[in-house]
């Protein structure tokens, strides 16, 4: 017969569980979001060093290489975007909603080495190439203060994610059924990382694009009641 003292306890329990699927739900928004940063850092790099290499070689224009890797890096940002999570992706979108034209890139460049009021088109077919080499050169750059954050984010993250491994590890040890007790760990700290990323995608839709707050709240939520849920089954 269930007593109100066990089921108290069991509720506590359940509580210190899900915080503990917490911890890694959260460390494993910071390694995804983390990792996928360093991937886009190093893809749009590689792109601008070929297309770089291409143009001083003469095989394509100075212009088709500023034009092929702005389409580019554009095209990788959203893919790495789509494969961040709902938080990570909101934080981009907040920072950036989208990449920039290259009429856009053209007119910031001249202005930078021209200064205001040159038009691009009255200038030289050398100084445009200089133009077009810079778009291409900055293209391999990403923002060294974001690269950085995500750098210690990610760090931070591995650190999250270690603490609940141990954590889990401990429970399994303490456990009378070791295998019972090891399936239950697996299973409420995987409820709790996906409910965080189904949590942050719902409120995503809910907020918006560009909203980092809803959707960091919306996955901790998600994480915490599907990490819950699950504990309470078991």
């Known amino acids: 017969m269930t007593t109100p003292e066990s089921t108290e306890q069991k509720l506590f329990q359940d509580t210190i569980r899900a915080f503990e699927a917490e911890i890694a739900n959260v460390g494993a928004h910071l390694h995804f979001d983390s990792a996928a940063r360093v ?34 890096r554009n095209a990788v940002m959203d893919i790495i975007r789509n494969r961040s999570t709902p938080v990570g992706m909101a934080l981009a979108q907040r ?65 999250l994610i270690f603490l609940s491994v141990a954590l889990s590890v401990y429970n399994v040890a303490v456990a009378e059924n070791k295998t019972q007790a090891a399936v239950r760990e697996v299973a409420i700290t995987g409820a709790g990382i996906g409910g965080g990323i189904a949590g942050g995608a719902l409120a995503g839709l809910a907020c918006g694009p560009g909203a980092p707050v809803c959707v960091t709240v919306g996955a901790f939520i998600g994480g915490g009641l599907a990490a819950f849920g699950m504990s309470w089954i078991w």
């Open 95 to 159: 920072m950036k909603a989208e990449g920039k034209t290259l009429n856009e890139l053209i007119a910031r460049k001249t202005m930078q080495i021209h200064g205001k009021g040159v038009n691009f088109n009255n200038l030289s077919v050398s100084e445009q190439n200089r133009i077009y080499a810079e778009i291409v050169k900055s293209a391999g750059r990403s923002n060294p203060r974001v690269t950085a954050t995500m750098q210690n984010a990610g760090r931070a993250g591995r650190g």
């Open 39 to 72: 991937t886009y850092a190093k893809e749009i790099q590689r792109i601008s060093m070929e297309l770089s290499s291409q143009a001083k070689s003469g095989a394509i224009t100075w212009a088709e290489a500023a034009k092929q890797t702005n389409e580019t």
